[in-house]
């Protein structure tokens, strides 16, 4: 696993490691009015940002199931080092939205932590 200092992770580290890790795009998936649906419909939203990045290349739907309407998502290695930087970004805007969380969550899976 490789170690970073908080907020540390370059958005190379992110891509090389979805590239090597998942090839064909990082799963997501979440309960629509979960925390960290409402965290990534809100950072997808935002279009063209200040780093002149968006995520674009990227496959999100609603998908209704038996155990509850979820949000699934197939993010290209690309587009998910822009959603790592824009959840960071949101946690430091709105830190009861639990956006650091789910960062953390999705570098771990890509063997990436920080500290």
């Given at each position: 696993m490789k170690t970073n200092s908080y907020g540390e992770t370059t958005s190379e580290e992110i891509i090389e490691a979805a590239q090597r890790l998942c090839p064909e795009g990082y799963h997501f998936s979440a309960l629509i009015n979960s925390q960290d649906a409402v965290a990534i419909r809100h950072i997808a939203g935002i279009g063209i940002d200040s780093h002149?990045?968006?995520?674009?290349?990227?496959?999100?739907?609603?998908?209704?199931?038996?155990?509850?309407?979820?949000?699934?998502?197939?993010?290209?290695?690309?587009?998910?080092?822009?959603?790592?930087?824009?959840?960071?970004?949101?946690?430091?805007?709105?830190?009861d939205m639990g956006a650091g969380d789910l960062r953390q969550s999705i570098l771990q899976t890509l063997d990436i932590e920080e500290i």
């Amino acid at each position: 696993m490789k170690t970073n200092s908080y907020g540390e992770t370059t958005s190379e580290e992110i891509i090389e490691a979805a590239q090597r890790l998942c090839p064909e795009g990082y799963h997501f998936s979440a309960l629509i009015n979960s925390q960290d649906a409402v965290a990534i419909r809100h950072i997808a939203g935002i279009g063209i940002d200040s780093h002149l990045q968006a995520i674009t290349n990227s496959k999100m739907e609603v998908k209704f199931q038996d155990y509850g309407t979820r949000l699934v998502c197939l993010f290209s290695p690309e587009d998910l080092a822009v959603v790592c930087r824009r959840l960071q970004e949101l946690e430091e805007q709105l830190p009861d939205m639990g956006a650091g969380d789910l960062r953390q969550s999705i570098l771990q899976t890509l063997d990436i932590e920080e500290i």
